[in-house]
């Protein structure tokens, strides 16, 4: 019988994608997601289990510890799983609305029926792990209904639930046909969090309005009671009753763990900045390959400044790094086709012969390369139009903290709300855009004092908020709820 476990996450990714080899080997990668980045830190100083799907369909290895000291629990998901849960239902009705329909969201009842079951099929998972009273915690918008089945299945645990996206205002979610189950599945929970005060409140709003609903439909009173806010141990939650139940709601901004920063050397940092033709200015963008990002924005916003002799393409350079994400989702392959589109014509039009002006990859590198990267930039461009965080962000921030570089971030950002010292713009108005890529060179250029006080500033907020304060005021707030 598998070891039970007293700290459980349960999240649709395992920190790895496997592979399997026909001689019956797997080969292991870093799986993409600030989630896997929020996360991993916390389950190796909990010596926690993971429960999550390998990566690849039809493969469910034994379960295994890693070298750092995480259980992985795999959840086998078929193809058809993978088509209607993770594809469909998860990334083309849920990522949509809930990035306020950057993209129209599809609703399929099909998907809905392959999403309920699949959510059956983590818990399932949950429940063969979790020991006696352990603590769960279930992780994004790709299992919202897990903490009710979990709650059914399993009254003595406590569940946490924590939503890596934004969650959008109550008029655009209640497009959604099945958001009264939806709802009712994160008040399974005993605690949800979102990263922003304004998740939270759309969160809530969104309750008193379902609990109005499902009164008049069944000619019941109301179950969902908001009672008002609780100063939980610092933390501010609101306290809700669901079903008879207390469940705390709140803000909870993820970070990264600065502790394992390994800063890059300068040497490295030289090389690469050599290899690049050694420009005066290197602009810089990381992202998984998602139409939420807004990568093409920026390249137009570097592409206008060239043009209009704003920036010199014999001085500059743009390194733009694209993790493969979700390509079989034709939203994610228009959006490809873009960005590859627009890299092929700037470089046309203003690359000289060995000399790109915009330097493209289109796969995932290790943490020491991304580190040296950071490093090298001198602005960087994370120009979202709508991001539950962006850990990206932080982790820029977090390779400047004697003061170098300037990060260049959308409004919509969450990070935004941390980081106010920012170059903020708006992405959705590429003046704003190059207005900001202009006074960050200038800046570096002119008024260096002026830029690495604010880049101290921001770094200062990210390495007195990292990991670890998330995870801990998340988790104390937990226990206070159970
Ligand atoms: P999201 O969760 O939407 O992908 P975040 O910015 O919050 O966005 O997190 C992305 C995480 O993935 C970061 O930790 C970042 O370092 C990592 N990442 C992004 N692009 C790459 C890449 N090309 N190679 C390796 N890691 C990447
Ligand atoms: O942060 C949002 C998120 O969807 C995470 O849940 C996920 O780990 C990451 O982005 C990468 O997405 P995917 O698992 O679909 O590749």
New binding site residues.
Partial sequence: MEELNSFVVVANRLPVDMTAHPDGTYSIT?S???????LSPVLEQHRGCWVGWPGTVDVAPDPFRTDTGILLHPVRLTASDFEGFYEGFSNATLWPLFHDLIVPPVYDVDWWHDFREVNLKFAEAVNQVAAENATVWVQDYQLLLVPGILRQMRPDLCIGFFL??PFPNPELFRQLPWREEIVRGMLGADLIGFHLPQNADNFLSLTRQVAGTAGSHTGQPDELEVEGEAAIREVKAHVITADGRKVGVGAFP?S?DTGAVEQASQSSVEALRADLGSPEIVFLG???L?Y??GILQRLLAFEELLESGGLDPATTVFLQ???P?RERIEHYRVSRSQVEEAVGRINGRFGRMGHPVVHY?H?????D??QILYTAADVML?TPFK???????K?YVAAHRSGTGALILSEFAGAADELTEAYLCNPFDLESIKRQMLAAVHDLRHNPDYAAERMRANSEQVLSHDVNVWASSFLTCLEDFK
Avoid: W
Wanted: aromatic share 0%; glycine share 10%; hydrophobic share 40%.
């Fill in positions: 870093p993409p997601g600030g989630l896997v980045t929020g890596h996206i993820i990264i990381v992202d998984r998602d939420t990002k790094v694209a993790t994400s990859l796969r995932s590198l290790p943490k390369d991304l994370v991001d539950g965080m962006n850990l990206v962000a982790e």
